[in-house]
């Protein structure tokens, strides 16, 4: 028989199952890949039950994303630690790894399910999405060594995501981009960003 009542430990320890259950098949075979019922039944619940925690499988997005964000800070923390990176390199590397997602175990949202997304999110929880926005990539850029200026934490947010959205958006959303030169055009554009990170990084240290 299907279990009828849950203590509330127990309904936190089953949201929080469920969050870490989709992230973990998210970061493996992307967002729109994995279905809900992929996820409750991993779980071991019922899909009625599932519905009881997150009304849609975008508010379990959220919670999946907040989740994933001190995973990507000690991610780039281990690679500035790997001895055979230099700084340039571990900083590439990570920004590479955004780009391809689930090629590499980091869930990355297309332009349309961004758009999913918040349209679900009350005024009050955009803002508390971009807060933790902000901070997570304030921490990226002190990882890096580059004093987490607010307008500095705001471009390098900008650089990042448009990064990111442009490679998972050619061709399907971004027809008119040519699909051959995307590759190249990630290269490039990460290679522009680490150039003004260590621009940045420089200037910092000249100053202390």
Known sequence: MPRVAYSEAQRSQIRKDLVAVGLDLMTKQGIQHTTVEQIYQKVGISRSFFYSFFPTKEDLVVEMLYLQQPRIVEFAR???????????????????????????????????????????????????????????????????????????????????????????????????????????????QINAIVDWLASLRSQDTQNQ
């Open 78 to 188: 281990q690679l500035l630690r790997t001895p055979e990176l230099d700084w340039r390199q571990a900083v590439t590397r990570f920004l590479h790894a955004c780009c391809y997602g689930e090629q590499n175990g980091i869930a990355v949202l297309t332009v349309e399910e961004q758009q999913k997304i918040f349209r679900r999110l009350s005024p009050e929880s955009y803002q508390s999405f971009r807060e933790k926005q902000q901070r997570l990539f304030g921490q990226l850029l002190e990882v890096f060594g580059v004093r987490p200026e607010p307008d500095r934490i705001s471009l390098f947010t900008n650089l990042c995501l448009a990064i990111m959205v442009i490679q998972r958006a050619i061709p399907g959303s971004l027809p008119l981009l040519v699909p051959e030169a995307a590759d190249a055009t990630i290269d490039v």
